[in-house]
Structure formats: structure tokens, C-alpha cells
């Protein structure tokens, strides 16, 4: 059949890409799947432009990792999303540790925004034809608790919520050509943290605050899929933003047998064909392709096989279930 992303962008669509990151970006056999023709059109990294690894001190930027997956994606004619400027995780001690006033911190966030996206809104392009190919950026990520309060980062805490329209200011200036979305988890069907998604955005909106999209991550359930997908999506879009599902992986109580397979076969049919559905939902990225790389096991014990390829880079059910959906 055709690979998943000519087939999308034959129906309309922008992507259907993955999250990659090292070390499996130096396996051969991953490379080799991963550059399949037509397979994959976007990536996202899954680690390498967080703040942990690209503002380790403060004032000082390393970018070599992320330099070389943005080489590698446009080798593999795949688009970018930048991921992810302003999150509770994956910071390095001297921002988690706190101890800042509104002001000092404030700066520091956009420090950090201007020098990240600053540096790939100028590198993430085409090296022959100078076309950019980055196209997306999640400028806050995971900013809400699931009951729709605001999550108590240090962001929050020390600035409160205007931490995150300082961040997508920021992000603007830096890269006026990027869509710049606000990314989370259980906001893809209707839900409280959902509607608090959608109330955020509305208000950013009315500020003048620049957003352009919502990113739904999409880290489901075996046989757990929303059935309020399209009606949410349709909810957001109505805001004058579009939508993308952005780390999708559909997770599974081991052991995978069978059955699991199939329902994990329904279950991205079934996300993937709520994307269809709505006319602002842009494109879906993967949270990785193959089951051998995938964060799932070390993060939700008992659980795995939660991606389309097992880990001998076997196309699984849930494969065609995408090709259906398209
Ligand atoms: C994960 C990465 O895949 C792992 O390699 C890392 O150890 C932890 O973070 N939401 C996000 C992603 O936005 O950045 C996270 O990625 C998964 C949850």
C-alpha cells in the first residue's frame, strides 16, 4: 500500500511523522525504516531541544544534538517540530531549583526561548534550497493538571500564568515563520482539562497573545480512545487554531497477544481517522515507530508494545489500521 505519509498528504493533510531522538537515530536498522520512503514526512525529537540538553548553565547553548537531527530529518525530506521550550521536565537544577523573583525568572524564560527557537528558526532549514522546514514548535508543554487547574511548576509558582504568554512573545520574535502551539496529555477527548485547554487558548487569543495550535500528545489506553475525539478537536479549531495529534502511542498491559493487536489496529484507526475528520487537524506524529525505542516500558511498568512497528521492525496490525484511517 502507500506509506502512511504520502497517503496523508494525498488527503489533505500536512505530516504523519514520529519522535526520534538519539541513540536510536545511530542504529542502522532504525535509520533504515525511518527513511523509508513516503514512511514518515515530519519529526519531532524526543529529547534533544528540551531545556536539560540545550541550556544546561545558564547563558550557555548547546545545540549539536539537535543540529543533527534536523540534519538527518531533512535528509529524510521530513519537516520539524520543535519540541519543547517551557515544561515542568526535563529542566536542568538551576531553573527546577527555584528561588527567583517573578522578574529574574521571567528573563530567564525568554532567554531560553529566544536563544532555542532564536537558533533553529535560522537552522532548521533545507541546506539546498534554504527552505525552512521548521514548521511547528510546542512553546509550553504541559501546563495543566488533569482536573484543569494550572499545573505548579516553577513557571507557575514563581510568575503565575503569564509566564506562558511571555513564552509565546517570545517564541514569535524568534521564529515569525513557525505555527507555535501549547502541547498536553488528556485534553484529546472532552474532559476538564480540556475545556481549561480551550479557555486558556480563548483568553491568549483575546490578549493578542500569538498561538496557533493545540497539540493533543495522544498517550492512550488500550481500548481507552475518547469517543469524544472529533467533537473536542472540532471545539478548538472553532478558536481560530489548529490541532495535531503529537506523540501518539496507544499502550498495552503486557503480554501482546493477538487480540491486543487488533484492538490496538481499531484504536489508531480510530485516532487517526478523527484527524481526518476535522478540517484544522494539521497532521499526526508517532511518539517513535518501533516498540524496541519506546519510553512506554520504563515509564508505565507492565505496559508496552504501544507503537506500530514490534521490535524487529515488523509492521503490526495497528499499521494498516493508520492506512485505513487515511
Ligand atoms: C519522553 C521521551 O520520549 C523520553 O525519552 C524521556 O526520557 C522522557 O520524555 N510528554 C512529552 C514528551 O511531551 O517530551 C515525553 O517524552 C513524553 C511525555
New binding site residues.
Given amino acids: 500500500s502507500t506509506p502512511l505519509n504520502t497517503a496523508i498528504v494525498q488527503a489533505g493533510k500536512k505530516y504523519l511523522g514520529d ?1 526520534s ?1 538519539f541513540p536510536e537515530l545511530n542504529d542502522e536498522q532504525y535509520l533504515g525504516t525511518l527513511k523509508t520512503p513516503g514512511l514518515f514526512g515530519q519529526m519531532t525529537p ?2 534533544s531541544m ?1 531545556w536539560d540538553a540545550t541550556e544546561p548553565t545558564r547563558g550557555q547553548f548547546t545545540f549539536s544534538n539537535g543540529d543533527a537531527i534536523v540534519a538527518i530529518a531533512d535528509s529524510a525530506g521530513q519537516i520539524m517540530r520543535g ?2 521550550c517551557v ?1 515542568h ?2 529542566l536542568p537544577s538551576w531553573v527546577s531549583s527555584g528561588g527567583f523573583s517573578a522578574e529574574e525568572l521571567t528573563e530567564i524564560v525568554e532567554e531560553h526561548v529566544k536563544g532555542v527557537v532564536g537558533h533553529w528558526a535560522g537552522k532548521m532549514r533545507n541546506l539546498l534550497t534554504q527552505t525552512p522546514i521548521s514548521d511547528s514548535w ?1 512553546v509550553v ?2 501546563a495543566f493538571n488533569d482536573d484543569g487547574t494550572m499545573r505548579e511548576s516553577v513557571f507557575y509558582t514563581t510568575i503565575g500564568e503569564g509566564y506562558i504568554a511571555t513564552a509565546f512573545n517570545t517564541a514569535r520574535a524568534a521564529d515569525p515563520n513557525a505555527k507555535l502551539y501549547i ?1 498536553d ?1 488528556n485534553i484529546e477527548g472532552t474532559s476538564a482539562k480540556s475545556t481549561a485547554m480551550i479557555n486558556l487558548v480563548k483568553s491568549l487569543k483575546s490578549q493578542g497573545v500569538p498561538i496557533d495550535g493545540i497539540g493533543l ?1 495522544g ?1 492512550f489506553i488500550l481500548g481507552q480512545i475518547p469517543n469524544t475525539l472529533v467533537q473536542n478537536m472540532q471545539a478548538m479549531t472553532a478558536l481560530g487554531v489548529e490541532v495535531a495529534f ?2 501518539v502511542d496507544i499502550r498495552v498491559e503486557l503480554p501482546e497477544t493477538e487480540e491486543t493487536r487488533e484492538q490496538q489496529k481499531a484504536d489508531f484507526n480510530k485516532v487517526v481517522e478523527a484527524c481526518m475528520q476535522v478540517e484544522g487537524c494539521v497532521g499526526v506524529t508517532l ?2 515507530f518501533t516498540d524496541k525505542y519506546s ?1 512506554v516500558p ?2 508505565f511498568p507492565g505496559f508496552g508494545a504501544a507503537l506500530i512497528y514490534d521490535e524487529e521492525y515488523v509492521a503490526k496490525p495497528a499499521y494498516d489500521g493508520i492506512v485505513d484511517a487515511i
Fill in positions: 519522535m531522538d524526543g529529547n528540551k519540541h519543547t515544561w521536565n526535563q510546542d508543554n504541559e502541547n496529555y500528545q498517550h503529537t506523540e511518539g517513535g519510553w520504563g515509564t
